[in-house]
């Protein structure tokens, strides 16, 4: 994403939500959540399984069943929009599921052509991934099968870079990884907030997310119910931890 985009982008929030209800297999999973996400910077939405978390970026993406309420990204109004049309506002979305084509190469889900192309321009070209993702590059040749887990999620990150997307959703994507695995991710998310990208973090994990964030949400029964600044985080380590169960 070239940085006069970026720049152009900061003054308004990359994303905010305002009374966000969804429905997955018809049950009222989220009930008027609320909140926003500065450009440029790390958001942790953190919460029980069960608490609605992990529906709230498919409702962004406009992947539930039903939504209402509003969604803003970049400032414009997307809840009426279809996951295509989301996609090309400059948002990517990445979950345990990694999307990963597992009968190609590395290399040649890197090379998939993008359906972003058109409207967002091309993405990070495959030597600044292979900077960003050193790890990745002896790799670029493997049968992604041959990939670990955590391989597998920072390729599926790499691919979200190539379509040109500057706000990037990360649904649990640290979930049953090794140690060594989790710290680079938590690396890369920081290299990309240093480059200007946008991330909101969905996750359960309080040691990964509390390193990371600018920002901490905690939801509870589908609504947004506690938030705090890190400074702050310390002072809430209790009431988040009963609210979150550990």
């Known amino acids: 994403m070239p940085e006069r985009f970026l720049a152009a982008l900061s003054s308004i929030p990359a994303l905010e939500t305002s009374d966000l209800h969804a429905w997955h297999e018809g049950a ?6 609320d909140f926003m996400v500065p450009a440029g910077q790390v958001t942790a939405l953190l919460g029980r399984p069960g608490s609605g978390h992990d529906t709230l970026l498919p409702a962004i993406m406009g992947l539930t069943s039903f939504r209402t309420g509003s969604v803003r990204i970049h400032g414009t109004e997307s809840i009426h929009h279809t996951h295509d049309k989301i996609q090309h506002l400059g948002v990517g979305y990445c979950g345990a599921d ?4 597992t009968g190609l190469s590395c290399e040649e889900n890197l090379l998939l052509p993008s359906n972003t192309e ?3 321009g091309g993405g990070m070209s495959l030597a600044e991934i ?3 993702l050193p790890n990745l590059y002896p790799r670029r040749h493997m049968p992604c099968t041959r990939l670990s887990g955590g391989e597998q999620q920072m390729l599926a990150v790499a691919r979200i870079l190539r379509t040109g997307a500057n706000l990037l959703l990360l649904n649990n994507i640290a979930d049953g990884l090794a140690p060594v695995m989790v710290q680079g991710l938590a690396h890369l998310i920081d290299q990309l907030r240093d480059k200007g990208y946008t991330a909101v ?7 990964f997310a509390g390193s990371l964030a600018d920002c901490f949400y905690v939801m509870h029964e589908g609504q947004v119910i506690d938030q705090a600044e890190p400074d702050a985080l310390a002072s809430k380590q209790d009431t988040f931890g009963a609210l979150l169960g550990i």
């Not at 990694?98 to 084509?101: E, L, N, V, Y």
């Open 28 to 33: 009222h999973v989220l009930r008027g959540v």
């Open 98 to 101: 990694t999307g990963i084509f």
């Open 118 to 120: 058109d409207t967002l």
């Open 130 to 132: 292979y900077e960003l």
């Open 201 to 207: 973090l969905i996750e359960q994990n309080l040691d």
